[in-house]
């Protein structure tokens, strides 16, 4: 069984910062892309960062400059740092990975999701 747990959510003014963890656990052989995407109020969900096994990453352009995506893998652990947040990055924000199990073929994973709310 694998399961991604995210943290960091929250009600932050516009300006301000947050830093979203997302850890993966279970049964796990390999970790490949893991990324985050939200969905905001009357809106499709959408990538926002995403990063390879070997750091690569690509952004959203709307976040370009402003969030900063990475992972440590000996944790199985992958992060969002969001500064200079405005009111249109308020969602759900949701970790994903491509995880191959141990026994079992390799899947796309989804968190719980984990909501911010950018507000004065």
């Known amino acids: 069984q694998v399961q991604l747990v995210e943290s960091g959510g929250g009600l932050v003014q516009p300006g301000g910062s947050l830093r979203l963890s997302c850890a993966a656990s279970g049964s796990i052989f390999s970790i490949y892309a893991m990324g985050w995407y939200r969905q905001g109020p009357g809106k499709q969900r959408e990538l926002v960062a995403a990063?390879?096994?070997?750091?690569?990453?690509i952004y959203a352009d709307s976040v370009k400059g402003r969030f900063t995506i990475s992972r440590d893998n000996a944790k199985n652990t992958v992060f969002l740092q969001m500064n200079s947040l405005k009111a249109e990055d308020t969602a759900v924000y949701y970790c994903n990975a491509h995880i191959r199990p141990v026994v079992a073929p390799n899947y796309d994973y989804w968190g719980q999701g984990t909501q911010v709310t950018v507000s004065s």
């Open positions: 990063i390879t096994s070997g750091g690569s990453t």
